[in-house]
Protein backbone atom coordinates (compact mmCIF):
# COMPACT_ATOMS: atom_id res chain seq x y z
CA UNK A 1 0.00 0.00 0.00
CA UNK A 2 2.86 2.17 0.76
CA UNK A 3 4.20 1.41 -2.39
CA UNK A 4 0.88 2.65 -4.46
CA UNK A 5 0.66 5.57 -1.70
CA UNK A 6 4.44 6.78 -3.12
CA UNK A 7 3.15 6.36 -6.60
CA UNK A 8 0.38 8.31 -6.46
CA UNK A 9 2.22 10.78 -4.91
CA UNK A 10 4.31 11.12 -7.70
CA UNK A 11 1.66 10.85 -10.36
CA UNK A 12 0.15 14.04 -8.38
CA UNK A 13 3.66 15.77 -8.50
CA UNK A 14 3.98 15.21 -12.82
CA UNK A 15 -0.14 16.60 -12.87
CA UNK A 16 1.05 19.45 -11.00
CA UNK A 17 4.03 19.91 -13.26
CA UNK A 18 1.53 19.51 -16.29
CA UNK A 19 -0.89 22.11 -14.98
CA UNK A 20 2.26 24.89 -14.93
CA UNK A 21 3.63 23.60 -18.34
CA UNK A 22 -0.13 23.62 -20.21
CA UNK A 23 -1.06 26.91 -18.32
CA UNK A 24 2.22 27.96 -20.07
CA UNK A 25 1.69 26.77 -23.06
CA UNK A 26 -2.40 27.56 -23.72
CA UNK A 27 -1.40 31.35 -22.86
CA UNK A 28 1.31 31.66 -25.36
CA UNK A 29 0.02 29.62 -28.01
CA UNK A 30 -3.36 31.42 -28.04
CA UNK A 31 -1.76 34.93 -27.89
CA UNK A 32 0.59 33.84 -30.74
CA UNK A 33 -1.60 32.38 -32.64
CA UNK A 34 -3.88 36.05 -32.52
CA UNK A 35 -1.02 37.82 -33.14
CA UNK A 36 0.20 36.01 -36.33
CA UNK A 37 -3.42 35.26 -37.53
CA UNK A 38 -2.35 31.52 -36.98
CA UNK A 39 -5.50 28.87 -36.87
CA UNK A 40 -2.61 26.37 -36.19
CA UNK A 41 -1.24 27.97 -32.74
CA UNK A 42 -5.24 28.84 -31.71
CA UNK A 43 -5.95 24.94 -32.34
CA UNK A 44 -3.20 24.13 -30.81
CA UNK A 45 -3.70 26.60 -28.16
CA UNK A 46 -7.37 25.77 -27.53
CA UNK A 47 -6.46 21.68 -27.24
CA UNK A 48 -3.84 23.00 -24.70
CA UNK A 49 -6.85 24.39 -22.62
CA UNK A 50 -9.00 21.78 -22.71
CA UNK A 51 -5.97 19.56 -21.57
CA UNK A 52 -5.29 21.82 -18.72
CA UNK A 53 -8.63 20.94 -17.54
CA UNK A 54 -7.84 17.46 -17.77
CA UNK A 55 -5.09 17.94 -16.00
CA UNK A 56 -6.65 19.78 -12.94
CA UNK A 57 -9.73 16.80 -12.99
CA UNK A 58 -6.80 14.11 -12.24
CA UNK A 59 -5.36 16.26 -9.64
CA UNK A 60 -8.83 16.61 -7.82
CA UNK A 61 -8.93 12.89 -8.42
CA UNK A 62 -5.92 11.85 -7.06
CA UNK A 63 -6.00 14.43 -3.89
CA UNK A 64 -9.10 12.72 -3.22
CA UNK A 65 -7.93 9.12 -3.44
CA UNK A 66 -4.87 10.24 -0.61
CA UNK A 67 -7.09 12.00 1.23
CA UNK A 68 -9.23 9.19 1.44
CA UNK A 69 -12.74 10.61 0.01
CA UNK A 70 -14.88 8.04 -1.35
CA UNK A 71 -14.51 6.42 -4.30
CA UNK A 72 -18.31 7.33 -5.61
CA UNK A 73 -17.79 10.72 -4.79
CA UNK A 74 -14.31 10.76 -6.73
CA UNK A 75 -16.07 8.85 -9.59
CA UNK A 76 -18.94 11.45 -10.27
CA UNK A 77 -16.40 14.07 -10.07
CA UNK A 78 -14.23 12.08 -12.44
CA UNK A 79 -17.11 11.60 -15.02
CA UNK A 80 -18.39 14.94 -14.98
CA UNK A 81 -15.07 16.26 -15.34
CA UNK A 82 -14.37 13.69 -19.02
CA UNK A 83 -17.65 15.16 -19.94
CA UNK A 84 -16.91 18.61 -20.25
CA UNK A 85 -13.40 18.08 -21.45
CA UNK A 86 -14.88 15.85 -23.98
CA UNK A 87 -17.10 18.29 -24.94
CA UNK A 88 -15.13 21.01 -25.31
CA UNK A 89 -12.96 19.04 -27.43
CA UNK A 90 -16.20 18.67 -29.94
CA UNK A 91 -16.66 22.41 -29.19
CA UNK A 92 -12.99 23.23 -30.91
CA UNK A 93 -13.20 21.97 -34.33
CA UNK A 94 -16.15 23.93 -35.55
CA UNK A 95 -15.04 27.01 -33.92
CA UNK A 96 -11.34 26.61 -35.29
CA UNK A 97 -12.28 25.02 -38.43
CA UNK A 98 -14.75 27.75 -40.12
CA UNK A 99 -13.06 30.13 -38.89
CA UNK A 100 -9.65 28.98 -41.01
CA UNK A 101 -12.11 28.40 -43.82
CA UNK A 102 -13.33 32.08 -43.37
CA UNK A 103 -9.76 33.18 -43.40
CA UNK A 104 -9.18 31.14 -46.73
CA UNK A 105 -11.48 32.87 -47.97
CA UNK A 106 -11.12 36.47 -46.94
CA UNK A 107 -7.86 36.22 -48.06
CA UNK A 108 -6.12 36.63 -44.76
CA UNK A 109 -2.54 34.81 -44.54
CA UNK A 110 -0.93 33.84 -41.45
CA UNK A 111 2.46 35.34 -40.54
CA UNK A 112 5.68 33.61 -39.21
CA UNK A 113 5.82 33.31 -35.58
CA UNK A 114 9.25 32.67 -33.73
CA UNK A 115 7.43 32.97 -30.00
CA UNK A 116 5.15 29.99 -31.62
CA UNK A 117 8.19 28.02 -32.78
CA UNK A 118 9.96 28.38 -29.10
CA UNK A 119 6.49 27.48 -27.52
CA UNK A 120 6.34 24.25 -30.53
CA UNK A 121 9.62 23.47 -29.57
CA UNK A 122 9.14 23.29 -25.73
CA UNK A 123 6.09 21.12 -26.55
CA UNK A 124 8.11 18.69 -28.37
CA UNK A 125 10.67 18.27 -25.18
CA UNK A 126 8.49 18.61 -22.88
CA UNK A 127 5.65 16.34 -23.34
CA UNK A 128 7.31 13.02 -24.00
CA UNK A 129 8.44 13.66 -20.76
CA UNK A 130 4.86 14.32 -19.26
CA UNK A 131 3.45 11.45 -21.55
CA UNK A 132 6.21 8.32 -20.48
CA UNK A 133 5.67 9.72 -16.37
CA UNK A 134 1.71 9.82 -16.43
CA UNK A 135 1.61 6.13 -18.47
CA UNK A 136 4.07 4.32 -15.65
CA UNK A 137 2.79 5.50 -12.76
CA UNK A 138 -0.64 4.93 -14.45
CA UNK A 139 0.14 1.34 -14.80
CA UNK A 140 1.82 0.80 -12.09
CA UNK A 141 -0.39 2.51 -9.79
CA UNK A 142 -3.66 0.90 -11.69
CA UNK A 143 -5.31 4.93 -11.83
CA UNK A 144 -6.98 5.24 -14.81
CA UNK A 145 -7.24 8.91 -14.58
CA UNK A 146 -3.47 9.04 -15.09
CA UNK A 147 -3.39 6.67 -17.98
CA UNK A 148 -6.04 8.56 -19.86
CA UNK A 149 -4.38 12.00 -19.23
CA UNK A 150 -1.21 10.39 -20.46
CA UNK A 151 -2.90 9.65 -23.89
CA UNK A 152 -3.69 13.53 -24.02
CA UNK A 153 -0.06 14.15 -23.72
CA UNK A 154 1.40 11.71 -26.14
CA UNK A 155 -1.50 13.24 -28.70
CA UNK A 156 -0.41 16.57 -27.25
CA UNK A 157 3.06 15.82 -28.17
CA UNK A 158 2.29 14.25 -31.79
CA UNK A 159 0.08 17.66 -32.28
CA UNK A 160 3.19 19.85 -31.33
CA UNK A 161 5.04 18.11 -34.25
CA UNK A 162 2.67 19.20 -36.74
CA UNK A 163 2.77 22.79 -35.62
CA UNK A 164 6.34 22.67 -35.34
CA UNK A 165 6.88 21.85 -38.75
CA UNK A 166 4.14 23.84 -40.33
CA UNK A 167 5.80 27.25 -38.32
CA UNK A 168 8.98 26.10 -39.83
CA UNK A 169 8.67 26.17 -42.96
CA UNK A 170 6.54 29.62 -42.84
CA UNK A 171 8.92 31.12 -41.35
CA UNK A 172 11.85 29.68 -43.42
CA UNK A 173 10.19 29.40 -46.80
CA UNK A 174 7.36 31.89 -46.17
CA UNK A 175 4.61 29.62 -47.50
CA UNK A 176 1.69 30.64 -45.16
CA UNK A 177 -0.69 28.43 -46.75
CA UNK A 178 0.92 25.65 -44.72
CA UNK A 179 -1.10 27.18 -41.65
CA UNK A 180 -3.97 25.79 -43.07
CA UNK A 181 -2.29 22.29 -43.45
CA UNK A 182 -1.43 22.25 -39.94
CA UNK A 183 -4.91 23.69 -38.99
CA UNK A 184 -6.73 20.89 -40.69
CA UNK A 185 -3.95 18.40 -39.34
CA UNK A 186 -4.20 19.13 -36.05
CA UNK A 187 -8.21 19.10 -35.82
CA UNK A 188 -8.22 15.53 -36.79
CA UNK A 189 -6.13 14.94 -33.68
CA UNK A 190 -8.57 16.91 -31.68
CA UNK A 191 -11.62 14.69 -33.68
CA UNK A 192 -10.06 11.53 -32.72
CA UNK A 193 -8.95 12.81 -29.32
CA UNK A 194 -12.87 13.40 -28.21
CA UNK A 195 -14.34 10.14 -30.05
CA UNK A 196 -12.19 8.21 -28.00
CA UNK A 197 -12.58 10.47 -24.44
CA UNK A 198 -16.38 9.98 -25.24
CA UNK A 199 -16.19 6.33 -25.74
CA UNK A 200 -13.76 5.44 -22.98
CA UNK A 201 -16.67 7.55 -20.90
CA UNK A 202 -19.14 5.63 -21.86
CA UNK A 203 -17.97 2.09 -21.45
CA UNK A 204 -16.44 3.24 -17.90
Known amino acids: MLTDVKLLRRGLFVEYLSLAWMTIECVVAIYSGVAAWSFALLAFGGDSFVELLSSFAVVQ???????GTGSSISHVDSKRAEWATALLLLSLIPVIGLGAVYSFFTGIRSESSLLGITV???????????????????????????????VESATCFWMSLVLLASLAINYIWKLPWIDYVATFAILSFIVKEAVKSINEIRES
Open 120 to 150: AIAAVVIMPVLWFEKKRIGAASDCLPLTIDA
Open 61 to 67: HLRNILK
